[in-house]
């Protein structure tokens, strides 16, 4: 039996790498898949990696119908034995729907990758169905780390290096708009609600109480 899976955890995990390894994976047993994005940092259709890892995909916009999709490449006398999804918290529950009846109904094999919850700690509604419909959800094991050392579950938005809590949902990361330039951080629950960034430490605390040597550089 097919099954739906997601693969989540926080930024600086590995998700965007491990989708590409597990692509990797299911190509060399002799499988024929789809890979699907949206809003990668590198742009429109493509999934990358902080590792310097890319790959083509099919860009994931809010009228995409995976459903339509799969069923005109079969009908066209294309084979799909599985899809690999990256950035899936971008994704409308609908969308979700679609995948978890691909699993069912078409014997596809769909492995989700993404984040849970967005820089307010508030479940992105992609991720919040996926937790609800999906055969399996794994956490990855590969941990990220706030800068005080500990392990990171938090994602944390900051706008010219102060972190906000209010805003869009939806916002690219490591980019200059024309007013401001955002970028993401991952913290511990703790920093998270004292909205301390490893900037702002870097700025208030001392050397001393900083575990890497290189925040306080």
Not at 7 to 24: I, N, P, R, V, Y
Not at 74 to 85: F, P, S
Not at 94 to 112: G, H, I, K, M, S
């Amino acid at each position: 039996m097919a099954e739906l899976l997601y693969f989540t955890g926080t930024m600086d995990c590995g998700k965007s790498t491990l989708a590409l390894q597990m692509d990797h994976n299911h190509k060399a047993r002799g499988r024929l898949g789809r890979i699907f994005t949206s809003h990668d940092r590198a742009g429109e259709s493509v999934l990358s990696s902080r590792l310097g890892l890319a790959a083509e995909a099919v860009e994931v916009r809010p009228d995409f119908d995976f459903w339509d999709y799969v069923v005109g490449e079969l009908t066209q006398g294309g084979r799909i034995d599985y899809v690999v999804c990256d950035e899936a918290q971008f994704y409308s529950p609908l969308q979700v729907e679609q995948l978890a009846r691909l699993a069912d109904e078409l014997q596809v094999d769909v492995f989700c990758f993404g984040i849970l919850t967005d820089f307010r700690a508030t479940l992105f509604p992609g991720s919040a169905r996926l937790v609800e419909l999906a055969d399996r959800m794994e956490l990855l094991q590969v941990e990220a780390l706030c800068w005080c050392g500990e392990r990171a579950t938090h994602n944390a938005r900051t706008i010219d290096g102060e972190m906000v809590t209010e805003g869009e949902q939806l916002v690219v990361g490591d980019m200059e708009t024309r007013d401001h330039e955002v970028s993401y951080e991952v913290l511990c629950r703790r920093h998270h609600r004292r909205r301390l960034t490893q900037a702002r430490a870097r700025a208030t605390l001392s050397p001393e109480v900083l575990p890497f040597g290189g925040a306080a550089s």
